[in-house]
């Protein structure tokens, strides 16, 4: 997951090199009075999302099948855990019943 996060975050960062550039340069309009850093990372945001989507495709593939691994294996040790409660409340209600 982390590997995705930061492969998402290059993204964004290269859009918003490109985008700075394209602003700066004049091949995109600036943004209103003092909003031009806003306008900025707004439209590198909206370009590197279908990017990211696109090309991460695969990596995001693997984070979720890591996920759901961990979350099946907690289930496991939740069920194991409950199960070994259900055994020593047993007994103990045996042992009490006996007395």
């Given at each position: 997951?982390?590997?995705?996060?930061?492969?998402?975050?290059?993204?964004?960062?290269?859009?918003?090199?490109?985008?700075?550039?394209?602003?700066?340069?004049?091949?995109?309009?600036?943004?209103?009075?003092?909003?031009?850093?806003?306008?900025?990372?707004?439209?590198?945001l909206l370009i590197s999302a279908p990017i990211s989507f696109v090309v991460l495709r695969g990596e995001r593939d693997r984070a979720s099948i890591q996920v759901a691994?961990?979350?099946?294996?907690?289930?496991?040790n939740l069920d194991a855990n409950r199960s070994q409660e259900d055994v020593a409340d047993d007994s103990a209600r045996a042992q009490g019943q006996a007395s």
């Open positions: 997951m982390l590997r995705y996060t930061l492969m998402r975050l290059g993204i964004f960062v290269a859009c918003l090199v490109v985008v700075w550039g394209a602003v700066y340069s004049g091949i995109a309009p600036r943004g209103l009075g003092n909003s031009n850093g806003l306008w900025v990372v707004m439209l590198a691994q961990r979350v099946d294996r907690m289930k496991a």
